[in-house]
């Protein structure tokens, strides 16, 4: 074989041994970004849940029921930048509680702790928009099953001394951009708000942030962490 042909083939195998290593790396960061990052997100939920449920002091007892209250319910002060104040519970959904931070950060907030507070949005109870984002898939995926939520689904936000109950009313999906989704009055830029809204909004379609799909849910009552738990998350983890 000339020496022009060893080069050649030469050269053919080093290319191939790049590629087969550039595939190999590639599989690596699937494997990285799809499944690992959702077991170390989730063990790390789990302890935030933990801490500060601690830092609160004793837990509600599952089996008291507390009473609705359907008057103006608290609201919590504005909490700091990237700080965890609350959970988000989801009986619709197989996961338990899901921590809430102040701000959509993905390197603070939403790969770390879980549930994002769009900051310029109401605080739970307020008359306004509480908006949250989470991630659909990748690091813990609080809001995977986002898309199972059906209207008269309800949803709780629990904070050190209340619990806040949510009853999902629509569904939709929208462009990343589209802000009114969050707006005060969702759907109506500049209009004044008289109702209490929650809006949660995660990536659309799987695997892709493309869009966002998003859930709006109207405010039902409220009940004191003291008194027990809503009657919404019986049995729930």
Not at 55 to 64: A, H, L, Y
Not at 95 to 115: M, Q, T
Not at 119 to 141: C, D, I, Q
Not at 144 to 153: F, R, S, T, V
């Amino acid at each position: 074989m000339g020496t022009t042909k060893r080069l050649f083939w030469g050269l053919i195998g080093i290319l191939g041994e790049i590629a087969i290593t550039l595939g190999s790396i590639l599989v690596l960061f699937v494997v990285w970004q799809m499944w690992w990052t959702d077991v170390v997100a989730e063990q790390e939920q789990s302890q935030i849940v933990a801490e500060l449920g601690s830092k609160w002091g004793q837990k509600p007892s599952r089996e008291t029921q507390a009473p609705r209250r359907m008057d103006n319910p608290p609201v919590l002060a504005k909490p700091k930048r990237y700080e965890t104040w609350g959970f988000l519970h989801v009986p619709k959904f197989s996961r338990g509680p899901i921590p809430v931070a102040e701000d959509v950060s993905l390197e603070h907030v939403l790969n770390v702790i879980g549930a994002g507070h769009y900051p310029e949005t109401a605080m739970p109870g307020e008359v306004g928009n509480f908006s949250l984002a989470g991630h659909r898939t990748t690091y813990g995926k609080p809001f995977n099953e986002i898309a199972l939520l059906e209207p008269g689904d309800e949803v709780v936000v629990e904070t050190k001394d209340t619990f806040y109950v949510y009853t999902v009313v629509s569904d939709e999906i929208v462009k990343p951009n589209d802000v009114r989704v969050i707006a005060p009055v969702p759907g109506q830029i500049g209009a004044q708000p008289s109702e209490r809204w929650l809006t949660m909004t995660a990536c659309h379609p799987l695997y892709s942030a493309r869009e966002r799909y998003v859930v709006h849910a109207k405010f039902a009552y409220y009940v004191k962490r003291e008194e027990g738990t809503p009657d919404a998350l019986k049995g729930n983890k």
